[in-house]
């Protein structure tokens, strides 16, 4: 769950330290692949979550955000944000990709959101950016796409090989 998460998000490079505290009481920096349990659950990123998936985490991060004294307004912003996803239009969209985008653009804004907290750059997570959302629906097609192409290029070379066997 939410230990696994953290350790495995400790480790963003194969040779990363991570610091942790010993029995003694001090801290000592140790390989974070020595942290890591191999059997624990991988950590799915928050745009790979389905629907379901998103609405059992949502609650869990606010207990969290709570539990670690987040200052209401960012707890409620939160909500808000979660809430407008929710009832957004594409939210329950026959097009798939649709529904996607805004797991996508959830994800995106939340990381975007948490690296200006405190700058000048900050902003609210409430109101949603439709043109945002578009863009990532446009990223998930483009990606949809490209793996149809490379799918459709790889059955054409296997073809054009079995023929020329075939034919020689």
């Known amino acids: 769950g939410l ?18 505290p010993s029995a003694d009481g001090l801290h000592s920096w140790i390989p974070a692949t ?5 059997k624990a ?17 949502a609650p869990c991060m606010l207990a969290m955000m709570r539990l670690h004294d987040w200052p209401e307004d960012r707890v409620a912003m939160h909500v808000q944000f979660w809430n407008a996803l ?13 529904q996607r985008a805004l797991l996508l653009y959830q994800s995106q804004q939340r990381h975007r959101w948490h690296l200006t907290i405190g700058s000048a750059q900050s902003w609210s997570l409430e ?7 578009f863009e990532a629906r446009e990223e998930l097609f483009n990606k949809k796409r490209e793996k149809e192409t490379s799918s ?17």
Not at 3 to 20: C, R, T, Y
Not at 86 to 98: E, G, I, T, V
């Open 3 to 20: 230990e696994d998460a953290k350790v495995s998000n400790l480790i963003a490079e194969p040779d990363a330290l991570v610091m942790l």
């Open 34 to 38: 020595a942290v890591k349990n191999p």
């Open 41 to 57: 659950a991988p950590v799915v990123k928050d745009e790979h979550l389905s629907w379901e998936e998103f609405n059992e985490a």
């Open 127 to 133: 109101e949603l950016n439709q043109d945002l959302i």
């Open 86 to 98: 929710q009832s957004h239009r594409w939210r329950h969209a026959p097009d798939f990709l649709k």
């Open 152 to 168: 459709v290029i790889q059955v054409c070379i296997v073809s054009f090989l079995l023929i020329c066997n075939y034919t020689h």
